[in-house]
Nanobody, 128 residues
Framework: QVKLEEFGGGSAQPGGSLRLSCTAS????????MGWFRQAPGKEREGLSC????????FYKDSVKGRFTISRDSAKNTMYLQMNSLKSEDTAVYYC?????????????????????WGQGTQVTVSS
């Protein structure tokens, strides 16, 4: 069983930055691919970024590419999402997720259906 918990949400002004953390318990993060997702009111959950089990492969949604960076500290069993140049449209509940026991081998996916372990979500609000 994998338990995930997000930290670091809050409020920021447009152009500002926030860093989200996702701590995993139960299994170490380097045993599965992980991803960051978000869901705004009235919208479907969308994949933002993912990191393969090895940590050598990552993907980003086009709208966050160049602004968001995914990373992982295996020693701390924690995954991060550094969010810079925030925009009002980044306002949403952000979730981390783990792909386990299914596996894409050396890759990862931005499709929520591949993940069956989810954190409780953390609110990010970008407003002036």
């Amino acid at each position: 069983q994998v338990k995930l918990e997000e930290f670091g949400g809050g409020s920021a002004q447009p152009g500002g930055s926030l860093r989200l953390s996702c701590t995993a318990s139960g299994r170490t993060t380097n045993r599965f691919a992980m991803g960051w997702f978000r869901q705004a009111p009235g919208k479907e959950r969308e994949g933002l970024s993912c990191l393969s089990r090895s940590g050598r492969v990552d993907f980003y949604k086009d709208s966050v590419k160049g602004r968001f960076t995914i990373s992982r500290d295996s020693a701390k069993n924690t995954m991060y999402l550094q969010m810079n140049s925030l925009k009002s449209e980044d306002t949403a509940v952000y979730y981390c997720a783990a792909m386990y026991p299914q596996d894409l081998g050396s890759g990862c996916s931005l499709l929520p259906s591949w993940y069956n372990h989810w954190g409780q979500g953390t609110q990010v609000t970008v407003s002036s």
